[in-house]
């Protein structure tokens, strides 16, 4: 019953809102979808040839950043650098198989972060390149199988290096690894929808990642001559050969692609006829998850975000494959869609993959964790034309890379260098980083990628010395010696010796673990400290017992030390 009151209707909104206090504001979810490989090859992105609906209609209820750049053009590294919040740097977040809890130490990643705010905190499918990065900040980890799944019985008979790059097979959509993470989420969705409580819900597709192995009715969606190489199917002029690489991940990893040049164009066309139908493939399965938010009408308390980990090349550069500083591997698709903001918005300026954590946190009404080294783009999706960022920063391996409004600029530990102008050259096909006309401005921005470095140097430092005086995380066991005093295999003289000891040491939490070698005959050296491997040659004076003192450490607690004895005959 409506009042026509106003002293009685003030009344009413003044106990609503001091109920709301007493009570608690409900903390909104967060659904975190992660796509692999994806490109900005999407509707909402301008092409109109790619069938894209989901994500398309996330775009429309959410803020499509055009601009939005990986830290490093490979899964693991890009990954990691997203979900800690931290710049990679020359010895950190390098490769695919980086494994973020053993590089970085003692904070809270973002789904740990939310987990330690109250979150029920579940990730399936691939969110770290491996299932057991930062484990502890799971409370349910579901990971369903191989992105390399082939159900056509000519291909699964084949060994892995002879298997195609793509599968058509007359399948269902669960038949693949990405139905069953759709099926996962949306039983979490519903989980959180009955209990109530706050839930970060992680949802990782593997497609487009290859091989692009699809239903067929999404390979049908497109008809295989329409489809064009690339413009620029050729190296760019004056780039330098490090900005070329050999696409290792596709060429000896499958059947059907030459060990050296380039693939046939008609290779090269069904390539890219697979990633599309596995875009659209995964987009079919995004939408099945937010289909779900619209059957629990939980649009009003979600907070969704979307985001490829990094571009890739279909082509273009003479390349395939993601691990190059060129636009095509470094800019990706992102989206966020959260309560109380417009849809359908976009905006151009620069932002990259490490504001992706303290946005989350702002969205969700998170203190902020003090190691964090993005910025929050809550203000762009207030104000999409606002100036957000006047450089974002790359790196690949020795590579370094500069994204501002107009340029591109990048170089290498061996001196190379390149440079684009975008708004002359939005493709990068021409290296102007010679021309005098550009010199005054390459310097410029080269010493923007200097006083980045400089920055993450010092931002690095303050938060090791905040991990010293106070550690983030808590209530971890140290690693334990199965025995504190132990005999490794025999050496003989002159001849090379190796062996291991990460057997040797139990570790309840599964923590990234380090090994060193603190005292003991010189022959003998930790050549692998995260798998604890000792290499060395003894000579006749080392013949004998040799004892030496090892240590392991989680990186959370001091380091325990054990006596480990080789003889040397």
Known sequence: MFTKNPFLFFLCICILSLTQLCVGVTKPNVLFISVDDLRPELGCYGNSKIVSPGIDRLASKGTLFKNA????????????????????????????????DTEVRAIYDLPGWFKENGYTTISNGKIYHQANDFKKSWDVINHPGTFRRYLLPENKSLPNPQQPPFEKADVSDDAYPDGETALAVIKNLEQAKETG???????????????????????DLYEADSFELPDNYYIPEGAPREAIHNWGELRGQYGMIPQKGPVSDAMALQLIHGYYASVSYADAMIARVLNALDRLEMWDNTIVVLWGDHGWQLGEHSLWCKHAL??????????????????????ESLVEFVDIYPTLCELAGLE?????????????????ELEFKSAIFSRYHSGEAIKTDQYSYAEWGSG???????????????????????????????????????????????????VANSPMVLENSAPKWNRTSFNQKNATVGKAYSSYINFRVTDLDEDGLTYAKISGPAWLQMTNDQFGRLQGTPASEDVGINEFRVSVTDGYNPPVEAIMRVVVE
């Not at 979900?83 to 198989?97: E, W």
């Not at 970060?200 to 290859?210: M, R, V």
């Not at 060129?326 to 905006?347: C, E, H, R, V």
């Open 416 to 466: 190379s260098r390149m440079f684009y102008d975008h708004a002359l050259d939005p493709d990068e096909n021409v290296n102007r980083v010679n021309d005098p006309k550009y010199s005054a401005i390459v310097r410029e921005i080269k010493g923007l990628l200097v006083s980045h470095r400089e920055k993450v140097r010092k931002a690095d430092q303050a938060y090791a010395a905040y």
């Open 368 to 384: 902020l964790p003090t190691h964090l080294q993005g910025q929050s783009m809550r203000p762009l999706m207030q104000t999409p």
């Open 197 to 219: 409580r706050p839930f970060f819900i992680a949802a990782g597709f593997s497609k487009p990642h290859l091989p692009f192995n699809a239903p067929s009715k999404y390979w």
């Open 326 to 347: 060129f636009k095509t591997s470094l800019n990706a698709p992102l989206i966020i869609s959260a309560p109380n903001f417009n849809g359908s918005q976009k905006t």
């Open 69 to 100: 750049y990986c830290q490093v053009p490979v899964c693991g590294a890009s990954r990691a650098s997203l979900m800690t919040g931290l710049y990679p740097t020359a010895k950190r977040f390098l490769s695919y198989h980086t494994k973020a």
